[in-house]
């Protein structure tokens, strides 16, 4: 089983006391099954870019984060999946970020758990298992 974490788990990662749940949760899995999106690369390095000291900062963010976990690219399949998703969602009326819904195609497309804080946006969309490791 692979788990695709999401930029919200990512990012508790940074801070000075990150979550203990998540800590324990990480631990518990080998590193070859933890993955991200490209996507939630693209959101941390934004996130870094507006920072005063982003330099020292994404050095950080790389080397203790993003060089421990694969980083699964963003192809044909998963813009596919997510142009259906982003349809399907917009016909129920329940629309999410289009970041969000190519995490989630992501995720599909290589049958990955998503890890994720947002479970409202990420249980909106069909074929993906949802779980929230910040909670017990």
């Given at each position: 089983m692979k788990y695709l974490l999401d930029t919200n788990i990512l990012s508790q990662l940074i801070k000075k006391s990150p979550n203990s749940h998540l800590i324990t949760r990480l631990a518990s899995k080998s590193p070859q099954s933890l993955v991200t999106s490209c996507i939630c690369v693209m959101e941390l390095r934004f996130g870094s870019a507006l920072r005063?000291?982003?330099?020292?900062?994404?050095?950080?963010?790389?080397?203790?984060?993003?060089?421990?976990?694969?980083?699964?690219?963003?192809?044909?399949?998963?813009?596919?999946?997510?142009?259906?998703?982003?349809?399907?969602?917009?016909?129920?009326?329940?629309?999410?970020?289009?970041?969000?819904v190519l995490i989630a195609s992501t995720a599909i497309n290589h049958q990955c758990t998503m890890v994720t804080a947002n479970i409202r946006h990420f249980s909106k969309i069909k074929g993906i298992i949802v779980e929230n490791w910040l909670e017990p």
């Open positions: 005063k000291d982003f330099e020292s900062f994404w050095s950080n963010v790389f080397e203790e984060i993003l060089s421990r976990v694969g980083i699964l690219p963003l192809g044909f399949e998963e813009v596919l999946i997510a142009g259906d998703t982003l349809a399907q969602l917009q016909k129920a009326g329940e629309p999410i970020g289009i970041e969000d």
